[in-house]
């Protein structure tokens, strides 16, 4: 038997919060202000249990086709977490980064990211991603521009675009790939998350809406990945 594989990195889709507010005949809002308690929790729990790295889907590409009531209340309250948080979570030493497309952000938001990522910067004790504006398939595009940039400026032969190269263009360039993928809500698919770095983590899907996730249900997660094995490629014999 082989021992228990290590958990570096854990990557969650928080969904559920609109269908958590219906439940209770809510505004979605009300779901979301929820949904932002329980990320605190999270964070808290993962960075007690040890985790290095998180990285949190708060706000997809496509998340921009909502009804624009609603994207702009998502953006007060990212604005407002982030001010209530930022001073916490750098005490508690997490380095926080955002990934995603910001040029729809407004120029405030994109001014408090900049300086949340600024304060936070030499922080090592729980590397904290926040994806929002982000898209798997943007994230693997603008590595294709930026990889191609270079070609042309003689800069690589296409002879050096080895996975590692373009794994390192990512804007997830400097962290290991994900080793744990949970997502709340009930729905089973990655809704165009970290598309290429998923490509060999364990996943894990559970029915519970995000504002009624918690540190149990983390906990819960965690064993299940603990239980696995993680062939990739290889045989049983092989990694006993
Ligand atoms: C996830 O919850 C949060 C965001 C996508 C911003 P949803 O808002 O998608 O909630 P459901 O899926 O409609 O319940
Ligand atoms: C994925 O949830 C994005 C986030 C949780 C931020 P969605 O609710 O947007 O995904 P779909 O539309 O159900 O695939
Ligand atoms: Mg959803």
């Given amino acids: 038997m082989?021992?228990?594989?290590?958990?570096?990195?854990?990557?969650?889709i928080m969904d559920g919060n609109g269908r958590w507010a219906?439940?209770?005949?809510?505004?979605?809002?009300?779901?979301?202000k929820q949904g932002i308690r329980v990320t605190r929790e999270v964070v808290t729990a993962c960075g007690e249990a040890g985790i290095k790295y998180l990285t949190l889907f708060a706000f997809s590409s496509e998340n921009w086709k909502r009804p624009?009531?609603?994207i702009s209340a998502l953006m007060n309250l990212f604005a407002q977490s982030l001010q209530s948080e930022i001073q916490r979570l750098d005490e508690k030493g997490v380095c926080v980064r955002f990934l995603g497309q910001r040029n729809a952000f407004s120029e405030k938001l994109c001014e408090q990211i900049r300086l949340a990522e600024e304060l936070t910067c030499k922080n090592d004790a729980l590397f904290l991603s926040i994806a929002a504006g982000y898209g798997g398939r943007w994230d693997i595009l603008q590595a294709v521009k930026d990889t191609v940039g270079d070609a042309l400026r003689d800069e690589l032969v296409p002879e050096d675009i080895s996975?590692?190269?373009?794994?390192?263009?990512?804007?997830t360039g400097d962290m290991p790939a994900p080793d744990l993928f949970i997502r709340t809500g009930g729905e089973q698919r990655l809704s165009n998350f970290l598309l290429w770095q998923l490509a060999y983590t364990e996943l894990y899907f559970c029915d519970t809406l995000w504002p009624d996730f918690s540190r149990d249900e983390l906990y819960r997660a965690?064993?299940?990945y603990r239980a696995r094995q993680r062939r990739f490629g290889l045989t049983q014999e092989q990694l006993a």
């Fill in 163 to 171: 996975e590692e190269y373009f794994t390192s263009r990512l804007v």
């Fill in 2 to 12: 082989s021992s228990k594989p290590s958990l570096l990195h854990v990557a969650i």
């Fill in 222 to 224: 965690f064993e299940s």
């Fill in 22 to 32: 219906r439940q209770r005949s809510l505004p979605r809002t009300a779901g979301h």
């Fill in 68 to 70: 624009k009531a609603e």
